[in-house]
């Protein structure tokens, strides 16, 4: 297994049985399933990236891709993968990413991937993600984050920005999705979740019995594409 496990956020699964089944409880919002993946994933990258950001990249062009025996083992994960998740009810995407749009609307308070986040759902649900190239997503423990809404001098200069009454202010926050962003505290433990590995965190939703699980999407690096599924 190569995640770095923080405190008692993550538990490992041994299979995908285990993955979609095993409950969230206390300070638990993340569950992997440590794989080391057969294949060839950038070359799967190479045959399909572009010049948008972001290139979803949906079955049928996957078959048709034509690949050395690496990249076909890498396609056949692909594939199993998203049998797995659809059979489980989920709608997987998979994505090639140069990149993600950044947010400059507002820059004392960025409200893209790269902020940690969480997810929000109006029904009970999940997030699952896997890296399988370039370089994965990262989480922090709830206690390790603080809400960016609540530092006085962030919620001041958004109180500026709102300029509406006070009884609406909540509503304006949540609208504009400020409340789903966090920072991490002084010291606070980054985890990686790995290359290869499939994991699943919870999501905001009304009824929901553990704290949603704060993640970010990495910075990548120069000239160099990712390819994640995500759903």
């Given at each position: 297994?190569?995640?770095?496990?923080?405190?008692?956020?993550?538990?490992?699964?041994?299979?995908?049985?285990e993955l979609v089944s095993l409950p969230f409880y206390g300070a638990m919002n993340a569950i992997c399933w440590?794989?080391?993946?057969?294949?060839?994933?950038?070359?799967?990258?190479?045959?399909?990236?572009?010049?948008?950001?972001?290139k979803t990249i949906y079955e049928a062009e996957l078959c048709e891709l034509v690949l050395s025996e690496q990249g076909q083992l890498a396609r056949e994960v692909?594939?199993?993968?998203?049998?797995?998740?659809?059979?489980?009810?989920?709608?997987?995407?998979?994505?090639?990413?140069?990149?993600?749009?950044?947010?400059?609307?507002?820059?004392?308070?960025?409200?893209?991937?790269?902020?940690?986040?969480?997810?929000?759902?109006?029904?009970?649900?999940?997030?699952?993600?896997?890296?399988?190239?370039?370089?994965?997503?990262?989480?922090?423990?709830?206690?390790?984050?603080?809400?960016?809404?609540?530092?006085?001098?962030?919620?001041n200069e958004l109180k500026k920005l709102y300029r509406g009454a006070d009884e609406g202010f909540e509503s304006f926050l949540r609208?504009?999705?400020?409340?789903?962003h966090y920072s991490a505290r002084p010291g606070a433990t980054v985890t990686s979740l790995g290359l290869g590995n499939l994991c699943r965190l919870a999501v905001d939703y009304?009824?929901?019995?553990?704290?949603?699980?704060v993640h970010r999407a990495p910075k990548e690096e120069a000239g160099q594409h990712r390819l994640l599924m995500i759903c």
């Open positions: 297994m190569n995640l770095p496990y923080a405190s008692n956020q993550i538990v490992c699964a041994k299979n995908f049985e440590p794989r080391k993946l057969p294949g060839d994933f950038g070359e799967i990258v190479s045959k399909t990236a572009s010049d948008e950001n972001i692909l594939l199993s993968d998203l049998k797995l998740l659809e059979e489980h009810g989920a709608s997987p995407i998979l994505n090639v990413i140069r990149c993600y749009e950044r947010d400059d609307a507002c820059l004392f308070f960025p409200t893209d991937v790269y902020s940690f986040h969480v997810d929000r759902s109006t029904v009970p649900a999940d997030t699952f993600l896997c890296t399988y190239y370039g370089a994965p997503s990262e989480i922090i423990p709830n206690p390790e984050a603080q809400q960016k809404v609540l530092v006085p001098e962030i919620r609208e504009h999705f400020f409340d789903l009304p009824g929901s019995k553990v704290s949603p699980c």
